[in-house]
């Protein structure tokens, strides 16, 4: 049974396909044009995973889409009633997605594939949990899904058992902790559903000198409920800005985005993260309650917070955890594909134990090394082992490197697929970093990628981390040998790497160890800022040539600049 499952008309579009309950592609539609979280009708992810699995879009048993518009529509005409003519571009942005979604999708769908065949709609934090439960390991688990807002619920408790996900309870919007989080984000001169990292990394170099401001913002109940003073947002009718002006009389000026960032709003963000990280341990507890297992899955936006997640975990209240990768709308379209493949049958469901979140497009040599020639570069092709050797040498010559292999991640995460390397034993290396290749603010840490047997010698991780979704601290007194992938804080974004998860990436770690004594590496996304990770040959090759990175190692080929 193939299932093909949508995201899109709000941002970062993606499609993803289900066989007999295993996601066998996915893409966000970003990659293929380039445009940065782009919302539209995800038209090449569609094609490229029906390529992928061989099939057309007359074969397809089903579609689903990633919400229900009705009853996003219904909560948007709801909401903006009291506001009057102050709300108008709220309503007419609700209608027209609404028309988007129900009138234009099932033509679009005939247009693009071809498929004339039954389009359901998934509610939004369902596809959340089902995106999150049914990739995991687990046969039966606790579900927490935190956002913005889907339809009606912002945040969702549910309980996974088999194949099969059950509502535990719901809170609704304007209740938001992904909404206030987003404000504070818009509030200290960042970009909204962008910049929210950019306040987790901030927050480090601050202190949460702002905790009483705080809590007159939300005030958080027993039973992990909580209650917004809507007073302080004006994000119900508008996402242009979402404070009111009682929250700049609480916590003094906005910054401007261009604005020099000072220790007030280092420390609101400080502020602002411990607010987010009580409010989730306070679900999760509350969750624990209610529910007889020891496992906890977590997906929607909000769960793209490694520090939270950090906290989650060290909290003890559940004994293992799963991460979507995509945990936010993008992996919606994971989600939305395998909910309606479980509910359409009684199918016995084995967990699987590693989710492979490589579900992107792979390119072979020939496609390759017209990329390489286009651009007149000089290449030469290695043998695996070799080219793993060369890297090293180049990385511990404290040389960036391009590194592009197999398969395209899935979601935010760059994961030794479409990354660039870098020395993480040297200082140096952020700067070098940011200056020539990623010109991004210098507050951000890049993030670490171990092999999984070394991790808890450097890391104070008790999980592997495949999906770089912890914030772990450093062991103490190894800060100075990974200084540049080590935050403020002492903290690092660890992503772990096995033999049997990916050998080549894995042998390449190796062969730095060998040189330096450390199986380290810095790990950063193949892009430059304003664009999305990229997804060809040509892609890399042409970010490859417009920056200061020094080699490409593309396949089986290592290139470099011969002009």
């Given at each position: 049974m193939n299932v093909l499952g949508l995201s899109c008309y709000y941002h970062d579009a993606a499609a993803a396909l289900v066989r007999d309950g295993v996601v066998i592609a996915a893409g966000e539609e970003e990659r293929f044009t380039r445009r940065k979280h782009d919302q539209s009708f995800p038209a090449n992810a569609i094609r490229f995973c029906l390529e992928f699995a061989g099939v057309r879009g007359s074969d397809l048993d089903l579609v689903v889409f990633y919400e229900k518009p009705l009853r996003k529509l219904q909560r948007g005409l709801q909401m903006a009633?009291?506001?009057?003519?102050?709300?108008?571009?709220?309503?007419?942005?609700?209608i027209r997605?609404?028309?988007?979604?129900?009138?234009?999708?099932?033509?679009?769908?005939?247009?693009?594939?071809g498929y004339r065949g039954e389009l359901q709609y998934c509610e939004h934090h369902l596809s959340h949990a089902a995106s999150c439960f049914y990739a995991s390991p687990f046969a039966e688990a606790a579900i927490l899904t935190v956002d913005g807002v889907g339809e009606w619920v912002t945040t969702g408790q549910f309980l996974g058992n088999g194949s099969r996900i059950e509502s535990v309870r719901e809170i609704h919007y304007p209740q938001s902790l992904g909404m206030v989080y987003a404000a504070l984000t818009a509030y200290l001169g960042f970009e909204v559903n962008e910049g929210e990292y950019k306040v987790m990394?901030?927050?480090?170099?601050?202190?949460?000198?702002?905790?009483?401001?705080?809590?007159?913002?939300?005030?958080l109940n027993p039973d992990g409920s909580f209650r917004v003073d809507l007073s302080y947002f004006d994000y119900v009718h508008s996402l242009e800005r979402m404070f009111s002006p009682k929250l700049v009389e609480l916590l003094g000026p906005?910054?401007?985005?261009?604005?020099?960032?000072?220790?007030?709003?280092?420390?609101?963000?400080?502020?602002?993260?411990?607010?987010?990280?009580?409010?989730?341990?306070?679900?999760?507890?509350?969750l624990r309650d209610v529910c007889d297992t020891r496992n906890l899955c977590l997906a929607g936006g909000v769960s793209h917070n490694v520090v939270a997640n950090s906290a989650i975990q060290r909290s003890g209240l559940f004994d293992r955890m799963f991460i979507q990768p995509a945990a936010g709308d993008s992996g919606g379209a994971i989600g939305a594909a395998l909910e309606g493949y479980w509910r359409a049958g009684e199918w016995p469901r084995i967990p699987q134990p590693d989710y492979d979140t490589c579900l992107g497009p792979a390119f072979d040599e020939p496609t390759i090394v017209k990329a390489l020639e286009a651009h007149g570069l000089a290449y030469r092709k290695h043998a695996p082992d070799e080219l793993c050797r060369a890297v090293a040498?180049?990385?511990h010559d404290d040389l960036i490197v391009g590194w592009f292999q197999?398969?395209?991640?899935?979601?935010?995460?760059?994961l030794g697929h479409r990354s660039i390397l870098g020395n993480a034993c040297h200082a140096e290396t952020k700067e070098i970093l940011n200056l020539r290749v990623k010109l991004r603010e210098e507050f951000r840490p890049f993030a670490p990628v171990v092999t999984e047997d070394a991790l808890q010698a450097y890391y104070d991780q008790p999980t592997p981390s495949p999906y770089m979704l912890y914030a772990p601290r450093v062991k103490p007194g190894l800060e100075a040998r990974v200084p540049a992938s080590t935050h403020v804080d002492g903290t690092s974004r660890v992503q772990t790497v096995s033999k049997a998860q990916d050998p080549l990436f894995y042998g390449l770690l190796k062969e730095f160890e060998s040189l330096s004594g450390v199986p380290v590496l810095i790990n950063t996304s193949f892009n430059i800022k304003g664009e999305p990770i990229v997804c060809t040959p040509e892609d890399a090759v042409r970010c490859f040539v417009?920056?200061?990175?020094?080699?490409?190692?593309?396949?089986?080929?290592?290139a470099e600049k011969s002009f």
């Open positions: 009633a009291p506001f009057g003519a102050k709300s108008r571009e709220t309503v007419g942005r609700h997605h609404y028309v988007h979604q129900v009138t234009t999708l099932p033509r679009l769908l005939e247009d693009t594939i990394g901030l927050a480090s170099y601050g202190e949460p000198a702002y905790a009483a401001e705080m809590a007159k913002l939300i005030a906005p910054r401007l985005p261009s604005a020099p960032i000072e220790r007030r709003h280092r420390d609101i963000a400080a502020s602002a993260q411990a607010l987010i990280e009580e409010a989730l341990i306070n679900l999760v507890r509350s040498r180049l990385v197999g398969r395209m991640e899935f979601g935010p995460r760059a417009g920056t200061d990175i020094d080699y490409l190692a593309i396949g089986d080929f290592l």
